[in-house]
Structures are given as structure tokens and as C-alpha cells.
């Protein structure tokens, strides 16, 4: 009996101080291995790695990425693909006899040229069909055997430092120099939109604004003076 065909998967991601280096050393360690890189993509913050690992080699070859530094993602699976291999090579069988069948007949229709095309253009469409059926066995085989880890990677960044107060203040001032400015900016826009005449009314309205809140203060500040006595009763109080 055949034993049991499982194909396994994982992913992990990392978080590194460097990440260059600790491709390296993964790529070291891969080798110790008899594993390979199938596919890397490494820049200067992150890399993404996909390793084929002999599936025998899977789980202690993950025990040593936890090592580099902080995991933040840690899958896996398993596939059992047994079934699948198996209908593939029953299939592979009966189109190899298919095809020595064919050949038989193709060698003893010599003399029937039609005959003989008909069993040629068979033969070449049971020869792709085994092709076929052999690219895919030797696919879920090679899964097997070795086993796929899919590896990301990111650089740890620095701690943000606390600004002192006098920075902070110095950022408050450039935000509100880049408000005033802003403010500025839309009025001259909005001027030279509506012409000088729109210009007029709004210094027209500012003017009357102000007036009332000149006499309005007027107003309050008189009201709070003490009024004066009735002359009668200043003459009782002298």
C-alpha cells in the first residue's frame, strides 16, 4: 500500500532589526538543509521569501525563523492529496496500454494510408494526454516531497521620540502661520473674484460692525456710571 501523499503548507511573518541580514542567514540555513529559495522579493524595510523545504525538515525549519525575531503571523496546513495521485496514475496506466495498442495497429495498417493517418493522429492525442497526466503527478509528487513556507518579513522600527515643549510650540506656530496664510490667500481670492466692489461692501460692513461695538460699549460703560444725587438731597447731605 502506497503510503499516505500530504502536501504542507505554512506562512510566517517576522519582524527583524535587519532584514538583509536575516535574509542571509535564512537562505544559510535553507541550505543546511537541502532547501532552496523558489521565489524572493527583498527591499530595504521588508522581503517576502518563498522556501521549498523538505517536508520532513518543515516544522524544525520553522522553529529556527522564530528565532530571528518577533512572529506576528504562524499558519499552516495540510493537504491530503493521495487520492489525487493515485486516480492520476490509474489514468497514466490504461493510456500507456492505449498507446502500445495504438502503435501495434499503426504498424500493421501499411497498407491502408487513411487508416494509418486515423491511428497516427490517436496516438499523438494519447502521447499529450500522458504528458499530461505525468506533469501532474510529478507536481503533487515534488509538493510532497517538499513542503512550501512562505516567509515576510518586516524591519522593527525606532520608538518615536517625545518632542520637547519648545518643538512642540514651534510646530503650533508654523500651523498657525500656514492658517494665516491660507486665510490670506482665500480672501485675495475671493476679492479678486468679486471685483473692488465687493471689496467696498465688505470694508463697508467691517466699518458698521465695529461702529456698533464701539457704541454698544459706549452704552454699557455709561451705564455702569453712578448717577448723580438730586440736588435735594445733596443740599440735606451738605
Do not use: C
Amino acid at each position: 500500500t502506497e503510503p499516505e501523499m500530504i502536501i504542507k503548507t505554512a506562512r510566517m511573518a517576522i519582524t527583524v532589526d535587519q532584514v538583509r541580514e536575516t535574509v542571509e542567514h535564512i537562505e544559510s540555513r535553507l541550505s543546511e538543509r537541502s532547501g532552496y529559495l523558489q521565489r524572493s522579493s527583498v527591499h530595504t524595510e521588508n522581503a517576502t521569501l518563498v522556501a521549498r523545504v523538505p517536508a520532513q525538515e518543515l516544522e524544525s525549519f520553522r522553529a529556527i525563523i522564530r528565532e530571528f525575531g518577533e512572529v506576528t503571523r504562524d499558519e499552516s496546513g495540510a493537504r491530503d492529496v493521495t487520492g489525487s495521485i493515485q486516480d492520476i496514475e490509474t489514468r497514466l496506466r490504461s493510456a500507456r496500454v492505449t498507446e502500445e495498442r495504438l502503435m501495434r495497429l499503426a504498424a500493421e495498417e501499411t497498407d491502408n494510408v487513411g487508416q494509418l493517418l486515423s491511428v497516427e493522429r490517436e496516438m499523438m492525442r494519447v502521447r499529450t494526454e500522458i504528458e499530461n497526466l505525468e506533469a501532474q503527478s510529478s507536481s503533487l509528487r515534488d509538493r510532497v516531497s517538499f513542503s512550501t513556507l512562505t516567509i515576510e518579513l518586516r524591519e522593527r522600527q525606532p520608538e518615536p521620540v517625545a518632542a520637547t515643549v519648545s518643538e512642540r510650540l514651534g510646530r503650533a506656530a508654523e500651523r498657525g502661520i500656514e492658517a494665516f496664510g491660507a486665510l490670506l490667500l482665500g480672501l485675495g481670492e475671493l476679492i479678486a473674484s468679486k471685483g473692488l466692489s465687493f471689496l467696498f461692501l465688505m470694508l463697508l460692513a467691517y466699518g458698521l460692525i465695529r461702529g456698533a461695538m464701539w457704541w454698544g460699549g459706549r452704552i454699557r460703560r455709561r451705564s455702569r456710571r453712578p448717577r448723580p444725587l438730586p440736588r435735594a438731597v445733596r443740599a440735606e447731605t451738605e
